[in-house]
């Protein structure tokens, strides 16, 4: 199983961002998908999940990022919008994901995207 991540990158304060996070490989199914971030010395924070049709947010993030999620394509997106320079990390992905039925389900992580939020 492996989780890949895109559409980190420079933004002025203000401006928008998508990440992308694809799940590929063995997949039976999915528990939920998460972003988190990791700003430079400082431990990795949970910023947004999703669970069947539920989500939660950082209350740093609330009202500003939206997370969903594409079944069909094993594909969890988060929408970034109003960024600021506190914002800057790097965003990692992660799903719990079960191989087969016979399986439990495992904790899987992306690569980092990097955001930087600066004018």
């Known amino acids: 199983v492996q989780l890949q991540a895109s559409g980190g990158g420079l933004v002025q304060p203000g401006g928008s961002l998508r990440l992308s996070c694809a799940v590929s490989?063995?997949?039976?199914?999915?528990?939920?998908m998460g972003w988190y971030r990791q700003a430079q010395g400082k431990q990795r924070e949970l910023v947004a999940g999703?669970?069947?049709?539920?989500?939660n947010y950082a209350d740093s993030v609330k009202g500003r990022f939206t997370i969903s999620g594409d079944n069909a394509k094993s594909t969890v997106y988060l929408q970034m919008n109003s960024l600021k320079p506190e914002d800057t990390a790097v965003y990692f992905c992660?799903?719990?994901?079960?191989?087969?039925?016979?399986?439990?389900?495992?904790?899987?992580w992306g690569k980092g995207t990097q955001v930087t939020v600066s004018s």
């Open positions: 999703i669970t069947g049709g539920s989500t």
């Open positions: 490989g063995s997949i039976f199914s999915i528990s939920a």
């Open positions: 992660n799903a719990g994901v079960r191989e087969s039925a016979r399986s439990y389900y495992m904790n899987y």
